[in-house]
């Protein structure tokens, strides 16, 4: 089983809708959950952080956390064409050196 | 606001050179990691390494690897002896807190073994 699970995509969303991008992942120790935004030929870029079951919103962005499911998601909205990038889902054990795992990332498209 | 800064932003080696890439982490950051983004798959763990030693290690660290904090402000990742393989992106990355709030990347090296 991956570590870290994401549809690679292309999620391809018109201007100014809701975009919605899920992950799943195996390490049920996981404590501090990350969405990275990666650009072609970019570095990634954190965007997002959530610690605790629910919600929390930041801006056009609202991360969503399910630890008894294993599921974290991002919604982007007002979606704009700046938005397209691979978005990273990436868990991570708290504490220290830990190390932070990436999936493979969803790849959204807006289309103007 | 603060960056992480890679060198260079491209190297090009010969296959079985030796290669060092070059990280200045944030000034007040204890934490230094190097990933590595093979084209077109994800990024993967290489290593951490805090208080002057390696926390940290993925299965493709292996002999080839070193890293060392020459000073107080390098972070260096050498690859001995390059193969094709090797060819990437790298990415040095740091952090205050260690994982508990995400990492801070550089721009990256693309590293081209021929």
């Known amino acids: 089983q991956k570590e870290v699970e994401q549809n690679s995509g292309p999620l391809s969303v018109p201007e100014g809708a809701i975009a919605s991008l899920n992950c799943t992942y195996s390490d049920r120790v996981s404590q501090s959950f990350f969405w990275y935004r990666q650009y072609s030929g970019k570095s990634p870029e954190l965007i997002m952080s959530?610690?605790?079951?629910g919600d929390k919103e930041d801006g056009r962005f609202t991360a969503q956390l399910n630890k008894a499911s294993q599921y974290v998601s991002l919604l982007i909205r007002d979606s704009q064409p700046s938005d397209s990038a691979t978005y990273l889902c990436?868990?991570?054990?708290?504490?220290?050196?830990?190390?932070?795992?990436f999936g493979i990332g969803t790849k959204l498209q807006v289309i103007p | 606001e603060p960056e992480v800064t890679q060198t260079p932003s491209h190297q090009v080696t010969q296959m079985g050179q030796e290669v060092i890439l070059r990280c200045v982490p944030i000034?007040?950051?204890?934490?230094f990691y190097w990933y590595r983004q093979i084209l077109g798959q994800k990024v993967e763990f290489l290593v951490s390494?805090?208080?002057?030693?390696?926390?940290?290690k993925s299965e493709i660290f292996d002999d080839q690897f070193s890293v060392e904090r020459p000073d107080g402000s390098n972070f260096t990742l050498k690859i001995r002896s390059t193969k094709l393989e090797d060819s990437a992106m790298y990415f040095c990355a740091s952090s205050e807190t260690g994982s508990n709030y995400g990492y801070t990347f550089g721009s990256g090296t693309r590293l081209t073994v021929v």
């Open positions: 990436a868990p991570a054990h708290s504490g220290g050196y830990q190390k932070v795992t």
């Open positions: 959530i610690y605790s079951n």
């Open positions: 390494f805090y208080n002057n030693e390696i926390s940290e």
């Open positions: 000034s007040n950051h204890l934490y």
